[in-house]
């Protein structure tokens, strides 16, 4: 068994930032990877809005360097997921997926949020050329085009209001008669002049040469009067929600409805002392690279003043 002062879960923005801070603080921290080292933005090509980069930067490149930065003070970055945690006590103690077993007198839990998809496979075939998860990410590439926006709640509702204010037209597929979405955002979204809502429309497929072209549709899906619809959209904004990677910390720790793990005050602490959140797996509101950023420096500086005073 293994003894550490400070273990990341993750290394996306969130766990490659508390790895820098963590390491420059002393902390040696050891930092698991995950299925998915670098996180998500690994599945994108261009990222414009992260600090720094001017002529914006490919996001496997962006998260390379912040891993290299974090092992040049020292971090740890191991490959493999954690797999099971005990919070009961103090040090914690959590279990890789070898069934090693370390025991950590801090943790911080950065395993990110991943966003629903509708399972089709032309969504992965046209993944980074057309479809899109992140609205806020992405919208700034389809100015003045013509996208579509699945999805019947809040979250949809205000991604079709971002991106009505770049894109020339939004469509918002919605599967039910009506929208989930709070009044206040249906009544915006109804205001728009370029959105047009789509009510009971189930998304068939996609089509394109080289990326997304259009979308096939069906409206009414098994009535008596179901219609196939084609609409011609450059991009496709999945809205139907996330789904925090926090499984094994339930047990252990509070979340909301959905598993978002829940922090005090606004601060990266949880109920349990020395037991510190970063990034989306704590966040269903902002969601971005740099925010996740920002908090992983902040449950690392929570981490090291944890150790100072305990
Ligand atoms: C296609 C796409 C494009 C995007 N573009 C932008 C953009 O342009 N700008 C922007 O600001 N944001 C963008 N985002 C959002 C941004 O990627 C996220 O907000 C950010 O990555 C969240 O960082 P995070 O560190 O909280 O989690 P994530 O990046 O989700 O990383 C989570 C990490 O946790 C690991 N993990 C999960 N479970 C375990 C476990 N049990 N054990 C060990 N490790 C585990 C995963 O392997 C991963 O490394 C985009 C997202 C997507 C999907």
Redesign the pocket.
Known sequence: MEHVKCLI?????????AAIYASRANLHPVE?????????????T?????PGYPQGVD?NQMMMDIREQAERFGADIRD????KVDFSSRPYKAW?ENDNEIEADTVII??????KYLGLDDERKY??QGV???A???GFFYRKKTVAVVGGGDTACEDALYLSGLAKKVYLIVRKPFLRASQVMQERVKAAENIEILFEHNTLGLFGENGVEGAHLVKRKGEADEQLVDIQIDGFFLAIGHKP?TD?FKEWLDTDEVGYLKKIDGTPRTKLPGIFV????A?PV????????G??CQAAIEAERFLLEH
């Open positions: 879960i993750g290394s996306g923005p969130a766990g490659y930032t698991y990877s995950g299925m998915q080292p670098g996180g998500q933005l690994t599945q994108t261009e990222v414009e809005n992260f996001g493999g997921s954690i797999t890789d950065a395993t990110g949020a991943s966003a993944n980074g899109s998860a992140c806020t990410c992405d990677n094994i970063a990034g989306d797996c966040d902002y969601r971005q690279a740099i925010s996740a950023a908090t992983g």
